[in-house]
């Protein structure tokens, strides 16, 4: 039995004890006379009353204690603790195990919620949370920035009376134009259901793709200019420099002997330099101009038997594959095809001079690769990138070109080094779901 239930047994029959004294005296005495009665039951009482009084704080001060630990949980603080080992040892240990627990619980719980908040204030994106009568219950700095508002005067109010409630109404995961009081553009809007309490609520995601849009294009143009102005700088330094020499010539008196050949010489170089000049600019309108892809139904086998025929520097082989009908733009399928099999011959002409073009259903893609015996990749991470070339003469525009035609039919493009081989392989795919066996 617990030591309460003991405590409050013995001192149950502790208050009857006076009663159970004066009435076995009575019996193994007899009945005494009127002031004897008067005595003993003056007696019996105060020793019951002062019994019970005692039994009552031994009950009694024990439950206020335990009421104490419970408003202090109640109120939140967690800190109290009772002595065990008492009357209500195992009572008070539990309750002890359950501040322990509740402390630990609400020390995790506002870690997480100033990770939470720093995590939301870091972000870029507006972050709003709605409750179930769409009254603002949440929202990070930049939302706060968006609506240019206060946060005490923002939060409780209607999505409609921040202008928010298109946006919920708007499926999720579209690019909007919007107009915010602190900002308008192109907009991508997420949200989604969330449950609180027991109650329903929105969470509300707002990205400004235009500012990510805006940025992006800044760096290429910058970029872009770089590179322009790079070849244009050294186009015209030299177109410059030899006009300068030119001039001088001619206003020589008396004119050298071999001053028609030098002046020949100098206006080839110009028309050289000129020329490669234009060149260039037409490979950055071709790159920019390319249009998007019409897509109809190709054989793969056919089209790059047609590629490899087209090749006469050197033989291509080309290995059997699955019979596989893409849909692509035939025009552009053979355009990326025919830059990448032009790299991996001018690769392999100083080699055994051995091409390999090959393809396979791989997961859920069509792959293609064109393998070479040349002396490998360049180290560089800018194949890609437009204008950049590592081969003398070069327009730079290949790689980009055919980057640019894999992604417009959901595809890709990368560059390798062959396992167990010198060279590299160029790998071309497309989904699977672009393909029809």
Known sequence: MPAFERRVLSGGWLVALPALAALAIVLLTGRPEVELCWLLAVAVLVLTAMLARWQHRRVVYPLYTLVG?????????????GVSGGVLGEAIYDINALADRLQRERLQSEDSARLLGKTLASLDSAVFVFDSDVRLRLLNPAAQRLLTGERHALMGRRADELGLDALLAAPSAQVVRHVFPGRSGRFEIRHAPLRNEGRNGQLLVVNDVGRALREEERQAWQRLLRVLGHEVNNSLASIHSLAGTLASLVAREPLPDDWREDARGGLQVIGNRAESLARFLAGYSKLAALPPP???????????????????????????????????????????????????????LNGKGEVVMRWRSEGERVLIEILDDGPGLPGSDNLFVPF??????????????????AEAHEGGVSLGTREGAPGAVAQLWLPLELARD
Not at 69 to 81: I, N, P, V, W
Not at 324 to 343: G, M, V
Request: proline share 5%; charged share 25%; net charge negative.
């Open 69 to 81: 630990l419970l408003e202090a949980l109640r109120e939140g603080d967690y800190s109290l603790r």
């Open 294 to 348: 019409q897509k109809r139904s190709v054989d793969l086998a056919e089209r790059i038997a047609a590629v490899a025929r087209l090749e006469q520097r050197l033989v291509v082989r080309v290995e059997d594959g699955p019979p596989l009908s893409l849909q692509a733009d035939p025009d552009q399928l053979e355009q990326a095809l025919i830059n990448l099999l032009r790299n991996a011959v001018e690769a392999s």
């Open 388 to 405: 950049f070339t590592t081969k003398p003469g070069g327009s730079g525009i290949g790689l980009a070109l055919v980057r640019q035609i």
